[in-house]
């Protein structure tokens, strides 16, 4: 059987390269490992950012008469500057998709269920957070247009764009996503290197071999599929090793994150198996691709 | 004009033909071959005799597409060699079977296995190739040797397997680059004897050769080189065509 016998060939070229096979499921390894955490804090990003645009985007505080905001003098809030601010938020539709009123009882109470784990809740009392409007936008990109239009209002306190806060968040997921793509795309370089290299090697190994396939006729497709096939293992057990570190990661690494900011929408191991065939079929176009390439150059028929 | 073959009053075919072949090699300054022109038809047996250096090889390597001529045609069953896409390359060597000097088995493979390797490469069935392989090992005079390592044979035997190899997917043409060149006399011309026997199994076969016991022994038509020239060309000839001329 045709099949049987390739089968046969790659066994033997794999144990016989088996030090240099293992380099190639490391080094493929650690650059899928790099690509995909790279991967997997976009996705984080973008979680954060659904959960968000689903939420409020644009918090309206209202003034208290202890209230330190410098717009308010230290006046509370009045019934008319409430309607006032209630009305025109009303004309702003349909950038403004629904307005929330909490007060501040309710405020206190949402605080506190959200920072139950946290010492921050016995140290708030009531009124410390002031009532307010929540704001939802149809386009959160705009929160600009609502963010001025009440900074300075009557009875305002503070216009708190939730977002300005998240973007400083963002920024440093965005730093990790484009430190690990830069390590991946060095590290993908260092892959297609030591692929070339094994393949060379492997071919100047068995060069016997490829001579006598030449000499008989054998098709230059059955010349290189062993070589080809034994790349493309190698690269397959890497993806699958840093699948398993990345799940391992995600599985250990997220409730950790998870104590830290209780109130975000984290990422889960679901979103690994989602980039795993991306990163298997990358590496496998990248293995396929490099040894194709240096079969063509180094074993000429 | 060409020499009458042995196949004269058959229909002759034409194995190989080569058409004014020049062969310049890269970095060479002097001709491997110049303006060869010969024919060899189906079934002939022919020694391609010459010192070192006189193109016999290159001659052998042209066949093969493992060189491209310079200038003039190739053509191997009427087929033109230089012309020939690569990817269709294989199926022209497929029809011919090539034996060298120094074997060239595979060292970890057994005799059974080299012979099968030749087989198993183009593809064939399992089936086929037990049944075909033990014939032809019985035909070159190893049975009982199959599952030998080629250190734990003699020479002789391993060019045995070596032509075996070449055989076993019936070519129409053999070529041998010197494959007596490792071995003592005696050998030698146990090998030709089999190459001879394969010959009239209808394969045409071209060897090169310096060894002129063989040649002399053989009788068969003789090409002669010299720098690249084809100064003799005779049926029946010797090595040093002293008595045929």
């Known amino acids: 059987m045709r099949l049987q016998f390739m089968l046969s060939e790659i066994w033997i070229g794999l144990r016989r390269n088996a030090s240099i096979a293992i380099s190639v499921v490391l080094v493929t390894m650690v650059s899928m490992y790099l690509l995909g955490l790279g991967i997997l804090a976009q996705r984080q990003v973008d979680t954060f950012k659904g959960y968000w645009y689903d939420r409020v985007q644009v918090t309206i505080f209202l003034c208290t008469a202890d209230s330190g905001e410098p717009d308010c003098g230290k006046k509370a809030v009045t019934e008319e500057q409430k309607q006032a601010i209630r009305s025109q938020l009303q004309q702003m539709k349909p950038l403004v998709k629904q307005v929330y009123y909490e007060s501040e009882q309710e405020a206190y109470d949402r605080f506190q269920e959200q920072f139950r784990n946290s010492p921050l809740a016995g140290n708030i009392r009531v009124g410390d957070i002031p009532q307010n409007f929540r704001v939802q936008l149809s386009d959160p990109t705009k929160y600009d247009v609502v963010v001025s239009s009440f900074e300075g209002a009557p009875g305002v306190g503070r216009v708190q ?13 965005n730093v990790i996503t484009i430190a690990s793509f830069a390590l991946a795309a060095l590290m993908v370089l260092c892959a297609v290197l030591l692929m070339a290299t094994t393949i060379r090697q492997a071919a100047f190994s068995r060069r016997r071999e490829t001579g006598i396939m030449k000499l008989v006729g054998a098709s230059n497709f059955t010349i290189r599929f062993p070589f080809v096939m034994e790349t493309v293992l190698a690269a397959v ?40 065939p991306w990163l298997a079929g990358l590496i496998v176009v990248v293995a396929m691709g490099t040894s194709w390439v240096t079969l063509w150059r180094y074993l000429r028929v | 004009m060409p020499p009458k073959s042995p196949s004269a009053l058959r229909l002759p075919v034409r194995m190989i033909r080569f058409e004014n072949v020049s062969k310049v090699y890269p970095r060479s300054t002097k001709p491997a071959l110049t303006g060869v022109s010969l024919e060899v038809e189906l079934g002939e047996f022919v020694f391609v005799v010459g010192s070192s250096g006189s193109g016999k090889s290159t001659l052998l390597r042209l066949v093969l597409k493992e060189e491209q001529a310079t200038t003039g045609t190739v053509l191997v069953a009427g087929q033109e060699v230089g012309g020939l896409p690569q990817r269709k390359v294989p199926r022209l060597r497929r029809e011919i079977g090539t034996v060298f000097q120094d074997f060239r088995l595979l060292p970890n493979k057994t005799v059974y296995q080299n012979v099968a390797f030749a087989l198993q490469v183009l593809g064939r069935s399992r089936h086929a190739i037990r049944q075909v392989v033990p014939e032809t090992l019985e035909m070159v005079g190893l049975h009982g040797k199959e599952k030998r390592l080629p250190h734990e044979l003699s020479g002789g035997e391993q060019q045995r397997v070596a032509i075996a190899r070449a055989f076993v997917n019936k070519p129409a043409i053999l070529l041998a680059d010197e494959p007596t060149g490792n071995l003592d006399p005696t050998t030698s011309l146990d090998i030709v004897r089999l190459l001879d026997r394969i010959n009239r199994t209808g394969t045409t076969i071209v060897m090169a050769t310096h060894d002129d016991d063989i040649v002399n022994q053989l009788r068969k038509r003789v090409i002669e080189l010299a720098d690249g020239h084809v100064i003799r060309d005779e049926n029946k000839g010797v090595y040093g065509g002293g008595t045929a001329r």
């Open chain 1, 237 to 276: 057990a890497g993806v699958g090793l840093s699948v398993v570190f990345l799940w391992a990661t995600v599985r250990w690494g997220i409730p950790y994150v998870a104590k830290v900011f209780p109130d975000l929408a984290l990422i889960g191991v679901s979103d690994v198996w989602v980039i795993t």
């Open chain 1, 161 to 173: 764009d939730q977002q300005k806060t998240l973007d400083k968040l963002f920024k440093v997921m």
